[in-house]
T-cell receptor
Framework: KAGVTQTPRYLIKTRGQQVTLSCSPI?????VSWYQQTPGQGLQFLFE???????NKGNFPGRFSGRQFSNSRSEMNVSTLELGDSALYLC????????????FGQGTRLTVV | AQSVTQLDSQVPVFEEAPVELRCNYS??????LFWYVQYPNQGLQLLLK??????LVKGINGFEAEFNKSQTSFHLRKPSVHISDTAEYFC?????????????FGGGTRVLVKP
């Protein structure tokens, strides 16, 4: 069974640009969550999608957005990049969230210069 | 809202010695509890989880954790560590009431196993 796949693995962007990250969940999983990991703030929840609807949202500015497609694949977008957006972005999928196990991808490391 | 505190940011330990990683949480509602491990340049892998029932939970790779409701703690233990246990460990909670998968993580504990 294939795991959670995140693409690309590494990205370098310039301040002010926008970026789109992709996450393919485990087959059959309908919940996809996104997290930002930085040395200073640790792991922080961005948002969760379930059946193409945003079900939960963290405390991030509107520059961070996401969506989920009918095949449960998800994308997150960050517009007007700032240096502080440099981080490892992790995607996690689960059957339906809650008590079900979240399986994490290897992450996309975004560097903003 | 929930918060998670991992009391030790780094724990050095010798190979074959026991290790305990401490986790305390705060929440106004009942929570599920999790421990995850992250190896360098990798995502997170679930070690174990507490949903309900027995307060002693056994996980993968010989890890176990004990849920203590009165102390709001969920400490992780392993009786004998290996070099391969060198990694960062994260304690996390999610609300029973809220639908969906929204984990609140502690700051992490780096375990360095020395030969």
């Amino acid at each position: 069974k294939a795991g959670v796949t995140q693409t690309p693995r590494y990205l370098i962007k310039t301040r002010g640009q926008q970026v789109t990250l992709s996450c393919s969940p485990i087959s059959g999983h309908r919940s996809v969550s996104w997290y930002q990991q930085t040395p200073g703030q640790g792991l922080q929840f961005l948002f969760e999608y379930f059946s193409e609807t945003q079900r939960n949202k963290g405390n991030f500015p509107g520059r961070f957005s996401g969506r989920q497609f009918s095949n449960s694949r998800s994308e997150m977008n960050v517009s007007t990049l700032e240096l502080g957006d440099s981080a490892l972005y992790l995607c996690a999928s689960s059957l339906h969230g809650g008590e079900t196990e979240a399986f994490f991808g290897q992450g996309t490391r975004l560097t903003v210069v | 809202a929930q918060s998670v505190t991992q009391l030790d940011s780094q724990v050095p330990v010798f190979e074959e010695a026991p290790v305990e990683l401490r986790c305390n949480y705060s929440s106004s509602v009942s929570v599920y509890l999790f421990w995850y491990v992250q190896y360098p340049n990798q995502g997170l892998q679930l070690l174990l989880k507490y949903l309900s029932g027995s307060t002693l939970v056994k996980g993968i790779n010989g890890f176990e954790a004990e849920f203590n409701k009165s102390q709001t703690s969920f400490h992780l233990r392993k009786p004998s560590v290996h070099i391969s246990d060198t990694a960062e460990y994260f304690c996390a909670v999610s609300s029973l009431k809220a639908a969906g998968n929204k984990l609140t993580f502690g700051g992490g504990t780096r375990v360095l196993v020395k030969p």
